[in-house]
């Protein structure tokens, strides 16, 4: 099982990014999604997550109204749209794989992506 995070960068604070995360060696249509990140000094912390079909997403309250997951099943990928980027969400931001609703706990997800770097400047 492969997860290839993608689409990191640097954006000015109030700009957009789309990281991509592309699946490979599972079933990805069957697996519910999330988004982590890290940021320097600080543990790993929820982001969101979409349910296997796509119809159904839930955020951590900081980022709610500004991010947006999707999945293509199609294309067994899923994303992240970041809008109105601010300085605290410069981190390392990792998908993962979980069998079934992975919600916001790390350890219900069974595989993890390497992180792709955003860093967010003011």
């Known amino acids: 099982v492969q997860l290839q995070a993608s689409g990191g960068g640097s954006v000015q604070a109030g700009g957009s990014l789309r990281l991509s995360c592309a699946a490979s060696?599972?079933?990805?249509?069957?697996?519910?999604m999330g988004w982590f990140r890290q940021a320097p000094g600080k543990e790993r912390e929820f982001v969101g997550c979409?349910?296997?079909?796509?119809?159904?997403?839930y955020y951590t309250d900081s980022v709610r109204g500004r991010f947006t997951i999707s999945r293509d099943n199609a294309k067994n990928a899923v994303y992240l749209q970041m809008n109105s980027l601010k300085p605290e969400d410069t981190a390392v931001y990792y998908c993962?794989?979980?069998?079934?609703?992975?919600?916001?706990?790390?350890?219900?997800?069974?595989?993890w992506g390497q992180g792709t770097l955003v860093t967010v400047s003011s």
């Open positions: 060696g599972l079933t990805f249509s069957i697996y519910g």
């Open positions: 979409i349910n296997w079909s796509g119809a159904s997403t």
């Open positions: 993962a794989a979980a069998t079934s609703w992975g919600g916001r706990l790390p350890e219900k997800y069974d595989y």
